[in-house]
C-alpha cells in the first residue's frame, strides 16, 4: 500500500549516483490530460474510501485540484497533520491553509475549553477536600452548596476516579455537617431547657411570693394551685432530660416545690373540711369543751398551715379554739405574754401609718387586719390605750379605699366590659379559660371593689365567658380517661410480645422498631390523671426493662463482631499485594452491613475507625497509583526524547544510521509509557523498518537492472544468477523476451508502447481469466517481477536480446523504486 500511495504523490527518482543511467529509447508519453484524470479519480476514490489520518494530509497537500485539497484537509483531525499542511499549503494553497488555519484556532480553543474545566475539577476537589479537614463551621452549610452547584456543571466531564474523590469528601463534608448540626442542636436544646428552669424557678418563686401577700379573706384557688404545681413538674422534668443541672438550682427547685405542694396539700384539706370550720366557728370560746378544743387541734393538725403564710379568716375559729389554756396561766406569764403582744401591735400599728403615707392600700388592709389580731390577744386594760389608735387609722384606711376605689373604678368597669366582650366571642377553650384568669389576676391586682354591684357585674361576666370552658374541660377530662384506657391498651400488648417472642431467631430491627413506636405512642398518649398513671407507667417502665435488656445484649454482639471488622480492615492497610488488600476491604463492607443492631454512639466511634482503615488503604492505591503515573510521565519523556532524535533518520541514510535507530527504538520500555506515547514508538519502528526494506528494495532491483543489461549485451555470466531464480522462472513460464517486458510494465503500472496495447491487452486478460487482477499487491508484484526478470536472464546464452526491451524492463523496475 505504502509503495502505490507515494505513486500518487511523488515522482521517479532521479538514478543513484555514481552509476550514470543507461540511454534507453522513451516510450511514446501518455497524453497529460489522461495522467491528470486518472490521478484524479484515484485520488477521489482515496477520499471516498474513508482514508486514514496520514493519507487525508498527504490529498491536502499533494491533492490535484483545490476541491480534492480542501476536502481531504476538512477530514484531517489530528493537530500535528494539521500543522504540517498548514505549513505546507501556506504557499502553495490558501484555500487549504485558511481552512486548516481554523480548524487548528477552534482545536487549540476547544483544548483551553478542556484545560480550564480540568483546572475546575481539580479546584473543586481540592477544595472539598479542604473543606472536609476544615475546622472552619462558619457558613459550612452555604460553602459545600455553592461547591456542589460549581460541580453540577463540570460534573460530566470529571473522570470515574475524580468523581469519586469529589463524592468522598462530599460525604465528609454532609457528615461535619451533620455533627455541626447536631452539637447546635445540643446547644440550643441546653439553652432552651436552662431557660425553661429559670423560668420554672421564677414562676414557682413569683407565685410562693403572692401567697404570702394573699387576703385572709380569700382562699386561693385549689385548680389554680394544682394545674401550677402539674404543669411546672412537668416542665422541670422536660427542662432536666438528659441535661446537668446545677445542685443548688435542684435544691431550690425542690424547696420552692415543696413549699407550693405544702401550700396546695393545707388548701385543699380546707376546702374539704369546710363543714368542720363552720361548725367550730359556732362554737362560743367560753363556751368550748376539752372535745372541743382537741377536735379543733387535729383539724389544725391535719390541714398543716405552712408557716410563714397568713391564714385565711376561715380558720380563726379553729386557731382560738385550740389555742384556749387548759388550765389558769401564771400571773407574770400572763404579763409577758400582754407586754409582747402590746410590743408587736404597736410596731404594727407604726407599719400601717407608714403604709396608709405611702397609700398602699393591700399592705394597708393586711397591717389592719394584723393589728386586728394582735388587739383581740390583749385583755380589756392593755387594749384600751390602743382602741382611739386603732379606730383612727381604721378611718384614714377606710378614705383610702374610697379614694383607691375612685381611681380605680373606671379600671373595673372597663374589666367589667371586656369580660362581657370576651363571654360573646367564640374562641378555643384553652385560650379562653387563660384570658379570662388574665382579666381576673387584673382585678385583684386593682385590690378588689367595695361596690357589690360591680364586683357582681365582674363575677356574672366571668361565669358566663366560663361557661363554653366547662364542657371542654369536661371533655379534656373524658381524654385522659382515653389516654390512660389507651396506655393501658399498649402495656397489654407489649406484655404479649414479651412473653410471646423467640429472642433467638427474632428480628431485631423490628423489635427496636416496636420499641420506638411504644414509646411515641405512650407519650402521644397525654394528658393522663397523674394518680390513676401511677400503677400504668409502673407496668410499661417494668416492660421496657424487659424489652430492652435482650436488645442491649444483641447489640453488645453485635458490636464485638464489627469491633473484629475494624481491626480486621486495620490489619490490611499494610497487607500485601496491595489489590487483594482492597478486595478484602470489600468484603468486610459487605459484612459491616450485614451485622444487625447497634447502639448509635458506639456504631458511630467503630464506623469512623472502619472508615479510616478503609481510607488508608485505598489511599495506598492513589499513591501507587500516582507513582504508577509517574513513571509513565518521565518513560514518556525519554522516549518523546529519543523519537525526536531519530524523526530525521530515513531510508535516504545508510544501513548502519537506521539499525541504530531501530536498536534505539527498540531499547525503550513500552509497558512503562502512555499509550499515545507507546502507539508512536510502534509507528517510528515501522516506518524505519520500512525504510530498511526500502533501502534493500533499491539494491536489490539495482543488482536485477544490471543483469538484465548484461544479458543485451551479451556479458551475462549464468553462475552469478540467484539459485532460486530457476524456480521462479519455472513458475513464470516459458515466455519471450516482449511478453516478459509487457507483464513487467503491467505489474509496474506503467504504460506499453501503442503498437503492443493489443498484446497487453490479450496478456491482462490471461491474466484476468488466471485469477489475477489489474493491480496485486506490492508484495505479490515483487515476486512476480523477480520472476520475469529471472525467466529475462536464464534465457540460453545463445538467445539474443533487443537492448529497447531490456530498457523497457529497467524502466518497469525503476518504477518499482520510484514507488
Given at each position: 500500500?505504502?509503495?502505490?500511495l507515494?505513486?500518487?504523490?511523488?515522482?521517479?527518482?532521479?538514478?543513484?549516483?555514481?552509476?550514470?543511467?543507461?540511454?534507453r529509447?522513451q516510450?511514446?508519453?501518455?497524453?497529460?490530460?489522461?495522467?491528470?484524470?486518472e490521478?484524479?479519480?484515484?485520488?477521489?476514490?482515496m477520499?471516498?474510501?474513508t482514508?486514514?489520518?496520514e493519507?487525508?494530509?498527504?490529498?491536502a497537500?499533494e491533492?490535484?485540484?483545490?476541491?480534492?485539497?480542501?476536502r481531504?484537509?476538512?477530514?484531517?483531525q489530528?493537530?500535528?497533520l494539521?500543522?504540517?499542511?498548514?505549513k505546507?499549503?501556506?504557499?502553495?494553497?490558501?484555500?487549504?491553509?485558511?481552512?486548516?488555519r481554523?480548524?487548528?484556532?477552534?482545536?487549540?480553543?476547544?483544548?483551553?475549553?478542556?484545560?480550564?474545566?480540568?483546572?475546575?475539577?481539580?479546584?473543586?476537589?481540592?477544595?472539598?477536600?479542604?473543606?472536609?479537614?476544615?475546622?472552619?463551621?462558619s457558613?459550612?452549610?452555604?460553602?459545600?452548596?455553592?461547591?456542589?452547584?460549581?460541580?453540577?456543571?463540570?460534573?460530566?466531564?470529571?473522570?470515574?476516579?475524580?468523581?469519586?474523590a469529589?463524592?468522598?469528601?462530599?460525604?465528609?463534608?454532609?457528615?461535619?455537617?451533620?455533627?455541626?448540626?447536631?452539637?447546635q442542636?445540643?446547644?440550643k436544646?441546653?439553652?432552651?431547657?436552662?431557660?425553661?428552669?429559670?423560668?420554672?424557678l421564677?414562676?414557682?418563686?413569683?407565685?410562693?411570693?403572692?401567697?404570702?401577700?394573699?387576703?385572709?379573706?380569700t382562699?386561693?384557688?385549689?385548680?389554680?394551685l394544682?394545674?401550677?404545681?402539674?404543669?411546672?413538674?412537668?416542665r422541670?422534668?422536660e427542662?432536666?432530660?438528659?441535661t446537668?443541672?446545677?445542685?443548688?438550682q435542684?435544691?431550690?427547685?425542690?424547696?420552692?416545690?415543696?413549699?407550693?405542694?405544702?401550700?396546695?396539700?393545707?388548701i385543699?384539706?380546707?376546702?374539704?373540711?369546710?363543714?368542720?370550720?363552720?361548725?367550730?366557728?359556732?362554737?362560743m370560746?367560753?363556751?368550748?369543751?376539752?372535745?372541743?378544743?382537741?377536735?379543733?387541734?387535729?383539724?389544725?393538725v391535719?390541714?398543716?398551715?405552712?408557716?410563714?403564710?397568713?391564714?385565711?379568716?376561715?380558720?380563726?375559729?379553729?386557731?382560738?379554739?385550740?389555742?384556749?389554756?387548759?388550765a389558769?396561766?401564771?400571773?407574770?406569764?400572763?404579763?409577758?405574754?400582754?407586754?409582747?403582744?402590746?410590743?408587736?401591735?404597736?410596731?404594727?400599728?407604726?407599719q400601717?401609718?407608714?403604709?396608709?403615707?405611702?397609700?398602699?392600700?393591700?399592705?394597708?388592709?393586711?397591717?389592719?387586719?394584723s393589728?386586728q389580731?394582735?388587739?383581740?390577744?390583749?385583755?380589756?386594760?392593755?387594749s384600751?390605750?390602743?382602741?382611739?389608735?386603732?379606730?383612727l387609722?381604721?378611718?384614714?384606711?377606710?378614705?383610702?379605699?374610697?379614694?383607691?376605689?375612685?381611681?380605680?373604678?373606671?379600671?373595673?368597669?372597663?374589666?367589667?366590659?371586656?369580660?362581657?366582650?370576651?363571654a360573646?366571642?367564640?374562641?378555643?377553650?384553652?385560650?379562653?379559660?387563660?384570658?379570662?384568669?388574665?382579666?381576673?389576676?387584673?382585678?385583684?391586682e386593682?385590690?378588689?371593689?367595695?361596690?357589690?354591684?360591680?364586683?357582681?357585674?365582674?363575677?356574672?361576666?366571668?361565669?358566663?365567658a366560663?361557661?363554653?370552658?366547662?364542657?371542654?374541660?369536661?371533655?379534656?377530662?373524658?381524654?385522659?380517661?382515653?389516654?390512660?384506657?389507651?396506655?393501658?391498651?399498649?402495656?397489654?400488648?407489649?406484655?404479649?410480645?414479651?412473653?410471646?417472642?423467640?429472642?433467638?431467631?427474632?428480628?431485631w430491627?423490628?423489635?427496636?422498631?416496636?420499641?420506638?413506636?411504644?414509646?411515641?405512642?405512650?407519650?402521644?398518649?397525654?394528658?393522663?390523671?397523674?394518680?390513676?398513671?401511677?400503677?400504668?407507667?409502673?407496668?410499661?417502665?417494668?416492660?421496657?426493662?424487659k424489652?430492652?435488656?435482650?436488645?442491649?445484649?444483641?447489640?453488645?454482639?453485635?458490636e464485638?463482631?464489627?469491633?473484629?471488622?475494624?481491626?480486621?480492615?486495620?490489619?490490611?492497610?499494610?497487607?500485601?499485594?496491595?489489590?487483594?488488600?482492597?478486595?478484602?476491604?470489600?468484603a468486610?463492607?459487605?459484612?459491616?452491613?450485614?451485622?444487625?443492631?447497634?447502639?448509635?454512639?458506639?456504631?458511630?466511634?467503630?464506623?469512623?475507625?472502619?472508615?479510616?482503615?478503609?481510607?488508608?488503604?485505598?489511599?495506598?492505591?492513589?499513591?501507587?497509583?500516582?507513582?504508577?503515573e509517574?513513571?509513565?510521565?518521565e518513560?514518556?519523556?525519554?522516549?518523546?526524547?529519543l523519537?525526536?532524535?531519530v524523526?530525521?533518520?530515513?531510508?535516504?541514510?545508510?544501513?548502519?544510521?537506521?539499525?541504530?535507530a531501530?536498536?534505539?527504538?527498540r531499547?525503550?520500555?513500552?509497558?512503562?509509557?502512555?499509550?499515545?506515547?507507546?502507539?508512536?514508538?510502534?509507528?517510528?519502528?515501522?516506518?524505519?523498518?520500512?525504510?530498511?526494506?526500502?533501502?534493500?528494495?533499491?539494491?536489490?532491483?539495482?543488482?536485477?537492472?544490471?543483469?538484465?543489461?548484461a544479458?543485451?549485451?551479451?556479458?551475462?555470466?549464468?553462475?552469478?544468477?540467484?539459485?532460486?531464480?530457476?524456480?521462479?522462472?519455472?513458475?513464470?513460464?516459458?515466455?519471450?523476451?516482449?511478453?516478459?517486458?509487457?507483464?513487467?510494465?503491467?505489474?509496474?503500472?506503467?504504460?506499453?508502447?501503442?503498437?503492443?496495447?493489443?498484446?497487453?491487452?490479450?496478456?491482462?486478460?490471461?491474466?484476468?481469466?488466471?485469477?489475477?487482477?489489474?493491480?496485486?499487491?506490492?508484495?505479490?508484484?515483487?515476486?512476480?517481477?523477480?520472476?520475469?526478470?529471472a525467466?529475462w536472464?536464464l534465457?540460453?546464452?545463445?538467445?539474443?536480446?533487443?537492448?529497447?526491451?531490456?530498457?523497457?524492463?529497467?524502466?518497469?523496475?525503476?518504477?518499482?523504486?520510484?514507488?
Amino acid at each position: 500500500m505504502a509503495a502505490f500511495l507515494q505513486k500518487l504523490f511523488k515522482s521517479r527518482k532521479p538514478a543513484p549516483s555514481g552509476r550514470k543511467a543507461p540511454d534507453r529509447p522513451q516510450p511514446p508519453a501518455e497524453p497529460v490530460e489522461d495522467k491528470r484524470a486518472e490521478l484524479r479519480e484515484e485520488q477521489l476514490q482515496m477520499l471516498q474510501g474513508t482514508p486514514s489520518q496520514e493519507i487525508a494530509a498527504n490529498l491536502a497537500i499533494e491533492g490535484s485540484t483545490a476541491d480534492i485539497r480542501l476536502r481531504a484537509a476538512d477530514l484531517v483531525q489530528d493537530g500535528d497533520l494539521l500543522q504540517r499542511v498548514q505549513k505546507q499549503a501556506k504557499s502553495r494553497d490558501k484555500g487549504v491553509y485558511q481552512l486548516v488555519r481554523q480548524k487548528l484556532q477552534s482545536i487549540r480553543e476547544e483544548q483551553a475549553v478542556k484545560d480550564a474545566v480540568s483546572a475546575t475539577i481539580t479546584t473543586l476537589i481540592r477544595n472539598a477536600h479542604d473543606q472536609a479537614k476544615s475546622d472552619d463551621t462558619s457558613l459550612f452549610e452555604a460553602r459545600l452548596d455553592t461547591l456542589l452547584n460549581q460541580w453540577a456543571k463540570v460534573e460530566a466531564s470529571a473522570t470515574p476516579d475524580q468523581l469519586s474523590a469529589f463524592l468522598k469528601s462530599v460525604h465528609r463534608c454532609r457528615e461535619r455537617l451533620a455533627e455541626v448540626k447536631a452539637v447546635q442542636d445540643a446547644e440550643k436544646l441546653e439553652i432552651e431547657q436552662r431557660l425553661q428552669r429559670e423560668e420554672t424557678l421564677e414562676l414557682i418563686s413569683q407565685t410562693m411570693n403572692d401567697l404570702r401577700q394573699q387576703p385572709t379573706d380569700t382562699l386561693a384557688s385549689l385548680a389554680s394551685l394544682d394545674a401550677l404545681q402539674k404543669t411546672q413538674e412537668n416542665r422541670w422534668l422536660e427542662a432536666t432530660r438528659e441535661t446537668h443541672v446545677d445542685k443548688q438550682q435542684q435544691k431550690s427547685y425542690e424547696a420552692s416545690m415543696m413549699a407550693l405542694r405544702n401550700y396546695t396539700n393545707a388548701i385543699r384539706h380546707i376546702t374539704q373540711s369546710t363543714e368542720s370550720l363552720l361548725a367550730i366557728a359556732e362554737i362560743m370560746i367560753q363556751d368550748a369543751t376539752p372535745e372541743d378544743q382537741k377536735r379543733a387541734s387535729d383539724l389544725l393538725v391535719e390541714i398543716n398551715w405552712p408557716e410563714g403564710f397568713p391564714a385565711p379568716d376561715t380558720l380563726d375559729p379553729a386557731i382560738k379554739l385550740a389555742g384556749k389554756p387548759k388550765a389558769p396561766a401564771k400571773a407574770t406569764e400572763d404579763h409577758k405574754q400582754q407586754q409582747a403582744s402590746s410590743e408587736s401591735l404597736k410596731t404594727t400599728l407604726d407599719q400601717l401609718e407608714e403604709a396608709l403615707e405611702a397609700k398602699r392600700l393591700k399592705s394597708s388592709r393586711e397591717l389592719l387586719k394584723s393589728a386586728q389580731q394582735h388587739l383581740k390577744s390583749l385583755d380589756h386594760r392593755n387594749s384600751k390605750g390602743f382602741q382611739a389608735r386603732i379606730q383612727l387609722l381604721t378611718g384614714q384606711l377606710r378614705e383610702l379605699t374610697d379614694w383607691q376605689g375612685f381611681a380605680t373604678e373606671p379600671k373595673q368597669i372597663a374589666l367589667c366590659e371586656q369580660m362581657e366582650y370576651l363571654a360573646e366571642q367564640s374562641m378555643e377553650p384553652e385560650a379562653k379559660s387563660e384570658r379570662i384568669k388574665d382579666l381576673q389576676k387584673e382585678w385583684r391586682e386593682l385590690g378588689g371593689s367595695s361596690d357589690r354591684l360591680l364586683w357582681a357585674r365582674f363575677k356574672q361576666a366571668s361565669d358566663k365567658a366560663y361557661e363554653p370552658c366547662k364542657a371542654y374541660f369536661k371533655a379534656k377530662s373524658g381524654l385522659k380517661q382515653a389516654n390512660l384506657d389507651k396506655r393501658k391498651t399498649i402495656c397489654a400488648e407489649l406484655e404479649l410480645f414479651v412473653d410471646g417472642a423467640d429472642w433467638s431467631s427474632i428480628d431485631w430491627k423490628a423489635v427496636e422498631h416496636i420499641l420506638q413506636t411504644a414509646r411515641q405512642e405512650w407519650k402521644s398518649a397525654w394528658p393522663v390523671e397523674f394518680r390513676d398513671n401511677r400503677q400504668v407507667q409502673k407496668q410499661f417502665d417494668g416492660l421496657l426493662k424487659k424489652l430492652e435488656a435482650p436488645i442491649e445484649q444483641e447489640r453488645q454482639k453485635n458490636e464485638a463482631l464489627k469491633l473484629a471488622i475494624v481491626e480486621q480492615a486495620q490489619a490490611l492497610t499494610t497487607h500485601e499485594p496491595l489489590q487483594e488488600a482492597m478486595n478484602k476491604a470489600k468484603a468486610l463492607q459487605s459484612d459491616w452491613k450485614a451485622v444487625g443492631i447497634t447502639r448509635h454512639r458506639e456504631d458511630r466511634k467503630l464506623w469512623q475507625a472502619f472508615r479510616k482503615a478503609c481510607d488508608e488503604i485505598f489511599a495506598r492505591r492513589e499513591a501507587q497509583r500516582t507513582e504508577q503515573e509517574h513513571a509513565a510521565k518521565e518513560a514518556d519523556s525519554a522516549a518523546e526524547t529519543l523519537l525526536q532524535k531519530v524523526a530525521g533518520v530515513d531510508s535516504d541514510q545508510d544501513e548502519q544510521s537506521l539499525a541504530k535507530a531501530i536498536a534505539d527504538l527498540r531499547s525503550i520500555d513500552v509497558a512503562q509509557t502512555s499509550a499515545a506515547v507507546r502507539e508512536q514508538v510502534e509507528q517510528e519502528k515501522q516506518r524505519l523498518s520500512q525504510a530498511v526494506a526500502a533501502q534493500k528494495l533499491k539494491a536489490g532491483i539495482a543488482e536485477w537492472q544490471a543483469l538484465v543489461l548484461a544479458r543485451a549485451v551479451g556479458d551475462l555470466a549464468p553462475d552469478i544468477l540467484p539459485d532460486k531464480w530457476a524456480a521462479l522462472a519455472e513458475n513464470a513460464g516459458e515466455l519471450d523476451d516482449q511478453e516478459i517486458v509487457i507483464r513487467a510494465e503491467i505489474l509496474a503500472g506503467i504504460p506499453s508502447p501503442d503498437a503492443e496495447q493489443t498484446k497487453r491487452m490479450a496478456i491482462q486478460v490471461q491474466r484476468l481469466a488466471a485469477g489475477m487482477g489489474s493491480t496485486e499487491k506490492t508484495d505479490n508484484a515483487m515476486q512476480g517481477i523477480e520472476g520475469l526478470v529471472a525467466g529475462w536472464c536464464l534465457k540460453a546464452p545463445d538467445e539474443g536480446a533487443d537492448l529497447s526491451l531490456a530498457n523497457r524492463l529497467n524502466r518497469a523496475l525503476d518504477s518499482l523504486i520510484a514507488g
